[in-house]
Structure formats: structure tokens, C-alpha cells
């Protein structure tokens, strides 16, 4: 039982059996994200004339529309979110966009090096169909945990190896085909579009079995109806509570602007300056974007037991704000090996892997340190009526962060890789100062809401 709500029994590896259907339902829906964000850019630089015709965009404005489709994709959650705690409930939100966003993935499969104006409908489509499903389905797996519950960190980190193995697999299945003359850009988008129809398949199907009540009614309703049937006015509490979303959003963006040069910049770098020569075979560019959510996957359980074992001093073990400075000085670490691969490009013509790869190991931990632990931070502050809507305020960092990453992007062209990937090693350990200074503060403005139970603590591993 979740604060009120009926959950079935039953339990894997000391978690609710709900976690791992919400689990598969995101890694799905995250295939279908990152396999098409692994081609986007790539498949709008290829020469329309090419043996794998593209559209044929220059680096710039292939950037450009990856900033702008990215950001809006966390934009719109904000929306999805306010639908979801008014009118429609999280699971039935989850379901429509599920559907929605492969929608999308079809329509970029038929129109890519075809027709330009149904490509951007269908990106437009993606746009809209997430909006309904990402904030909503991250709101769920919080509410399958009490309040005070030890485990929703580590929770948290098992549904993001959902997300991460399902962006692990997008790359080596949508670039394998996507990049390949012999079956085209768009058998990669269509991929991605078939992992989108089975992610809503599995939630249609299996979600009153193992969710129960999770989801199904609307947030705003579920808080009125405990509040007596009034619309109760924030308490002091929980306005200080928004006021920790609200300063970190600051520190998180610059985060996820940071770590967006992933699909953009570092993609591009892949591409042309590095040399992926493994003996006869050639490593394709977009397989590098399975690093991240490998090193996800195999160090999420680490870190979820990391931070469950850290709560065992009843106070919460280590706050959020300093998560999150570590999470900001381990990807400003990430940069300076990237420092270190256009130093080798300069000097033998194209850079070893072996810097690529060390970045993503590095930007992953620091991901760990912020994603998943900012999350269930949301699940924790966030008032029940505003449940959705501030998990979409979350990712709204996202939206402004992705706009600022395409124009990093784009700005390396003129200032060179190395100035921004310096720049932004630096920049992120200046910010982590900063954070580090508040952090008290914040940890005040929370009143305990990380506070666990004793009881909790020792009964529960993840």
C-alpha cells in the first residue's frame, strides 16, 4: 500500500512488481527515443545524392533542429503532466502517448530523404506523444513507495537501467540498419517505431495486474478528496519544498546542456574525427551512443545500493544538493578526456576511441549522481495535486537545456572542439562550487523529506 493507493503484493528483489512493468514500458519507449536520436542528425547531413541519401543539411542546421525537436521534447511533459493530474490520471496519459509517439516513428520512416515537411510532422507528432508519456510514467514509479521509504532512490535507479538498456539497444539495432546503404534511414526509423508499439502494448496489457491503482486517478483529484474536498492553499513546507526544485533547475540544466553534446557534438566528432577502425571493421558512428547506457546499466544497481546503504544513519545519508555536486564534477572530468582526444586528433590525424570512451564512463557517473537521484527527489518535494505537473517541470530543465546544447553545437564550429569541451569542464566545476555552498540550504528547505524510517531502512534492500 502507497499512501492509500491499492498495489498488488508481491515483490522482486525487495521492490514492487509494478517497478519492472514500468521498467519495461520505459525502456521500450526510451529504444524508440534513442534510436532515432542516434540517426536524426546523421540521416539530415547525408547527401541527398549519397548511396544512403539523406536531406543534406550542413553540421549547423542539422544542430539546430536537434536542439530545437530535443528541447521540445521535455517542454511539452509540463503540459502532458497538467493533463495527467486533472483530467486524464498518469497510466491513461502513458498510454495515449505511448501510442502517439509511434505514430511519429512511422511517419519519420516514410518520409525521410522524401519528403521534408511530413518529416518535421512527424518530429512534431514525437513532440506531442512524449509529452503525455514522460513526466507520467516517472510520476508512478514514485507512487508505488510510502512516503519516507528508503528505497525510492534505488528504485529510481532500477527503472533508469530500464531507460538506459533500452537506449543501449537503440543504437546497435536503428544505426546498424539506419547506416546501412543496403536498407536505409528509414528501416533504422521504423525500428525505433516498433519498439514505440511495444512499449504501449506491454502497459496496455499488463498494467491493472501489476500497477492496481497506481496512475488511474487524476493527482488534483486524489488530494482534494484526502484534503476533505477542499482545495487546500500551499503550506509553508511545501513552498519551500518547490523552492529546491526551482534553484536546482539552474544547476541541472547546465547538467543536461553539458551532457547533451552527446547525440550532437561528441556524435559529430565520432563521426569524422575519430578513428573506429577495429582492425577490418569499421565501427559505426552511432554506436557510440550505446557507451552511456551501458555503463548504465551495468552500474545503476551499484549506485542504488550506494545510496540505500548511505541512508542507514536515519537522516537520509547524503543529501541531494550533494549528489548532485559530485554528479556536476564527475562530467566536467568527462570533458577534459575529450581535451585529451582533440590533442591526439591534432597530432596523428584522428583521435583513439579510448577518449570517447572515457568520457561516457565519466558522464555517466555523473548522470547517476543527478537523473535518477533528481527524480525521486521530485517524487519527494513535489506536493500530491502537483504531482505530474512539477515532474514536468523537471524536465522542462531539459527543454532549455537542450536549446543551449544545439547552440553549443554550433558555436564549436566557430570557436573550435577544444575551446567548448575546456570550457565546459571548467564551467561545470565552477558551478559545482557554487551548489556545494548552497547545499545547506536546501537540505533546510526540504524539511526532511528525505528523511527515512528506520523500520524501512532495515527491512528493505534494492
Not at 492553499?233 to 518547490?242: A, F, K, Q, S, V
Not at 566545476?429 to 532495515?458: C, D, R
Request: with cysteine; charged share 10%; glycine share 12%.
Amino acid at each position: 500500500m502507497s499512501d492509500g493507493l491499492n498495489i498488488p503484493n508481491g515483490e522482486i528483489l525487495g521492490h514492487p512488481k509494478g517497478l519492472y512493468l514500468l521498467f519495461a514500458t520505459e525502456m521500450w519507449e526510451r529504444f524508440s527515443y534513442y534510436g532515432m536520436r542516434a540517426l536524426l542528425v546523421l540521416s539530415m547531413v547525408a547527401a541527398a545524392n549519397s548511396a544512403n541519401p539523406g536531406f543534406g543539411w550542413d553540421n549547423s542546421a542539422a544542430l539546430t533542429l536537434y536542439a530545437w525537436y530535443t528541447g521540445f521534447s521535455y517542454f511539452t511533459p509540463l503540459v502532458g503532466g497538467w493533463l495527467a493530474d486533472n483530467f486524464l490520471g498518469q497510466r491513461k496519459a502513458v498510454v495515449i502517448g505511448g501510442i502517439i509517439m509511434a505514430i511519429g516513428q512511422f511517419i519519420l520512416s516514410m518520409s525521410v530523404a522524401k519528403d521534408l515537411n511530413l518529416f518535421y510532422a512527424g518530429l512534431v507528432v514525437l513532440i506531442c506523444g512524449n509529452g503525455l508519456f514522460k513526466a507520467n510514467i516517472s510520476t508512478m514509479v514514485g507512487d508505488l513507495y510510502p512516503k519516507g521509504d528508503a528505497r525510492r532512490d534505488g528504485a529510481f535507479s532500477i527503472f533508469y537501467m530500464g531507460v538506459n538498456l533500452g537506449a543501449f539497444l537503440a543504437p546497435l539495432v536503428c544505426s546498424t540498419l539506419g547506416e546501412n546503404p543496403n536498407y536505409g534511414w528509414r528501416y533504422g526509423y521504423m525500428a525505433a517505431g516498433c519498439g514505440m508499439t511495444l512499449s504501449a502494448i506491454i502497459q496496455i496489457i499488463f498494467s491493472r495486474r501489476f500497477l492496481g491503482d497506481v496512475g488511474v486517478q487524476p493527482s488534483a483529484h486524489r488530494a482534494k478528496a484526502e484534503s476533505g474536498g477542499v482545495n487546500a492553499p500551499l503550506t509553508t513546507e511545501e513552498r519551500d519544498r518547490l523552492k529546491v526544485i526551482f534553484m536546482l533547475f539552474v544547476f541541472v540544466m547546465l547538467f543536461w546542456a553539458s551532457f547533451e553534446q552527446a547525440g550532437g557534438l561528441m556524435n559529430l566528432y565520432a563521426s569524422e574525427k575519430t578513428n573506429r577502425m577495429l582492425g577490418s571493421f569499421e565501427v559505426p558512428a552511432g554506436w557510440f551512443q550505446s557507451m552511456n547506457p551501458l555503463f548504465i546499466v551495468l552500474l545503476a544497481p551499484l549506485f542504488g545500493m550506494f545510496w540505500v546503504r548511505l541512508s542507514k544513519n536515519g537522516k537520509g545519508g547524503m543529501p541531494t544538493p550533494i549528489k548532485m555536486v559530485l554528479g556536476l564534477l564527475l562530467t566536467g572530468a568527462g570533458f577534459l578526456f575529450m581535451v585529451a582526444a582533440v590533442f591526439d586528433q591534432q597530432a596523428h590525424g584522428k583521435a583513439s576511441m579510448i577518449w570517447l570512451t572515457l568520457a561516457y564512463l565519466f558522464h555517466t557517473m555523473g548522470e547517476l549522481c543527478i537523473s535518477p537521484v533528481g527524480l525521486s527527489m521530485v517524487t519527494k518535494l513535489a506536493p500530491m495535486r502537483l504531482a505530474s505537473v512539477m515532474m514536468g517541470v523537471w524536465f522542462l530543465i531539459n527543454f532549455f537545456a537542450n536549446l543551449l546544447a544545439g547552440y553549443i553545437g554550433v558555436f564549436a564550429e566557430k570557436a573550435g572542439e577544444l575551446t567548448v569541451f575546456a570550457g565546459l569542464a571548467i564551467v561545470l566545476g565552477l558551478f559545482a562550487l557554487v551548489l556545494w555552498i548552497l547545499a545547506g540550504k536546501l537540505v533546510y528547505w526540504m524539511h526532511g523529506a528525505e528523511n527515512t524510517s528506520p523500520q524501512e531502512e532495515v527491512s528493505h534492500e534494492p
